[in-house]
């Protein structure tokens, strides 16, 4: 099999190219919270089947209500989707950009849906040389080229590199000098959510922030994001998309995920441990340097010798273990991977892994 693809995450069919089961894989290659779904998801999951026979509450009155108490703000300015991915897919069609800007590296889905609604596009590279610092005097120059859009992740995947809470106003103030829409991705912000702009973007009309339930509450197969945005913004965004999409499943997990107030704290104390030890046991290694990272994953540098597609067969073939390849990221190249903060065994693991290889 390929493991240079577009996502991480691909176990199902990483495990059919090997004719073994997909538990046999220890998928490092998306970024998942190890310690699973919060207590409670499970038997809301189950629960749900009660209501399956129904179509789903096409307000999504409660999950927005659950977020709007999670981010002390509005149900009317929280747009639940099938994942932040069907968000992204919308903005196109809700902001009819002329042309767009993407600071990379970055999710391949903002160029998958401006390619998909013809917007053009390009990329403005942040440099590992400086840890993928954001150069506000530089974004503002390259708007005044005339973009109408911009996405940026906070904090960046695959970077790992969070921007604080004022960086990312005072590039919301550049974009509003220069008549840009910002989208923010906080898709990974949970674990950082100090750097969070989810009220300002409550405020602007011309900033939206999205958010994704899949990373933080470990459940990528459940399929929850949201929009937080202005209420003309929110209003137009639920005007064009598509009836039910987030299942009654669906919508009862999530609001289950929200539910217990010590599962954030948990978590966020389990990562950072961890990712500390990981960045440690793999700076510690003669041939890897990681980046400094704020969420649940590390960037990875091969400074020389081998190339990031090859340590991922050799880990998938050898070791059963899925890398994430970061060479198809604008602004990276064979050199660079990325891999999840997991358990402290599993983590362990890939450390043992990763020592053999060097
Ligand atoms: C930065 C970023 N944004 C958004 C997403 C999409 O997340 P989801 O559609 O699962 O909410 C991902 C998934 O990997 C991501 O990395």
């Known amino acids: ?15 059919r190219s090997l004719g073994i089961a997909p538990a046999e894989i220890l998928d490092f290659s998306a970024s998942i919270n190890p310690l699973g779904p919060a207590p409670g998801v499970r038997e809301a999951f189950c629960g749900s089947f009660d209501r399956v026979g129904h179509y789903p509450d096409r307000e999504m009155t409660e999950l927005r209500e659950s977020l709007g108490l999670r981010h002390s703000l509005p149900a009317e300015q929280i747009v639940p989707g099938n994942g932040s991915t069907e968000l992204i897919y919308l903005i196109p069609r809700l902001l009819a950009p002329r042309r767009a800007l993407i600071i990379a590296p970055a999710f391949s889905e903002y160029a998958g849906a401006l390619r998909r609604d013809r917007v053009p596009f390009d990329h403005l590279v942040l440099s590992p040389q400086d840890c993928f610092a954001l150069s506000l005097d530089r974004i503002a120059v390259e708007l005044s080229k005339g973009y109408d859009l911009l996405f940026l992740a906070n904090p960046g995947n695959p970077t790992g590199r969070a921007y604080t809470d004022t960086e990312a106003t005072k590039l919301a103030d550049i974009c509003r000098a220069a008549g840009t829409f910002l989208v923010l991705d906080e898709a990974f912000v949970d674990f950082c959510e100090e750097n969070s702009v989810v009220r300002l973007a409550a405020e602007r009309d011309d900033l939206l922030v999205l958010r994704s339930m899949t ?55 389990y990562v950072a441990r961890e990712r500390e030890s990981l960045f440690a046991g793999i700076a510690a290694l003669p041939l890897l340097r990681p980046f400094p990272s704020s969420a649940n994953y590390l960037l990875i540098e091969i400074p020389s010798g081998t190339d990031a597609s090859s340590l991922a067969e050799v880990l998938l073939q050898e070791e059963r273990i899925l890398i994430r390849d970061c060479s198809n990221f604008a602004g990276l190249d064979s050199r660079f991977f990325r891999v999840a903060v997991r358990t402290s065994d599993e983590n362990s693991r890939l450390l043992s892994a990763l020592r053999r290889f060097c």
Do not use: C
């Not at 099999?1 to 495990?15: K, L, Q, T």
């Not at 009654?248 to 010590?262: G, I, M, R």
């Open 1 to 15: 099999m390929s493991v240079n693809p577009e996502h991480g995450g691909r176990v199902f069919a990483a495990a």
């Open 215 to 269: 990373k933080f509450f470990a459940i990528p197969g459940i399929r929850v994001g949201y929009a937080v945005a202005s209420e003309e913004t929110s209003r137009r965004l639920r005007s064009i998309q598509e009836p039910w999409s987030v299942s009654t499943p669906a919508q009862e997990v999530a609001v289950a995920s929200l539910a217990d107030p010590d599962y954030p704290r948990r978590t966020l104390e």
